[in-house]
Nanobody, 112 residues
């Protein structure tokens, strides 16, 4: 059974940076798309970024130029590098494998 574990969240100031990690168990990591999503209380979970098995990336307009998604298939880990963070980036960040498996989430809070 595949499991995803996010880490790297925390509290940073406006303009700061964070790197989130998503460690996956299982042998199919290298052939699946990994995605990052975020959610704030009372709102729907929203797409942030994804990376295909071939390394193709896609980003929400709100994070383009500030966030970078990557993966290390040898480590079964996906990453989300976030820079120039804004208070609106605050939320619980989840990683997903092919929209079928989800991690428990990691809290990201940006202070103004």
């Amino acid at each position: 059974q595949v499991q995803l574990v996010e880490s790297g969240g925390g509290l940073v100031q406006h303009g700061g940076s964070l790197r989130l990690s998503c460690a996956a168990s299982g042998s199919i990591f290298g052939i699946t798309t990994m995605g990052w999503y975020r959610q704030v209380p009372g709102q729907q979970r929203e797409f942030v970024a994804r990376i295909s098995a071939e390394g193709l990336t896609d980003y929400a307009d709100s994070v383009k130029g500030r966030f970078t998604v990557s993966r290390d298939n040898a480590k079964n880990t996906a990453y989300l590098e976030m820079s120039n963070l804004k208070p609106v980036d605050t939320g619980v960040y989840y990683c997903s494998q092919a929209l079928e498996v989800w991690g428990q989430g990691t809290q990201v809070t940006i202070s103004s």
